[in-house]
């Protein structure tokens, strides 16, 4: 098996950022607070090696490398959608 030393929940964090565009809206969508959200998507940044967000006073945007992500994990959300059916 595959060994990754990513936290999946880090994914689930990095969609509900992805699609709020919003730290603080995923903050609260997932009940934790915005620095455990901030502090997530910056570990997840470092072990991915790359920036998946433009960050500004308005909220975040995916960058081209998040965008690929972002594909990637709502494809692994939906098949695990389909395999709990």
Do not use: C, H, P, W
């Amino acid at each position: 098996m595959y060994k990754s030393n990513v936290n999946f929940n880090s994914y689930k964090i990095f969609y509900e950022v992805a699609t709020s565009e919003s730290i603080s809206d995923a903050s609260k969508k997932l009940f934790i607070t915005q620095s455990a959200v901030s502090k997530a998507i910056k570990k997840l940044e470092e072990d991915l090696n790359t920036n998946l967000f433009y960050r500004n006073s308005k909220g975040v945007k995916l960058t081209e490398k998040g965008e690929e992500l972002l594909f990637y994990v709502e494809e692994a959300f939906n098949n695990l959608v389909t395999v709990e059916r």
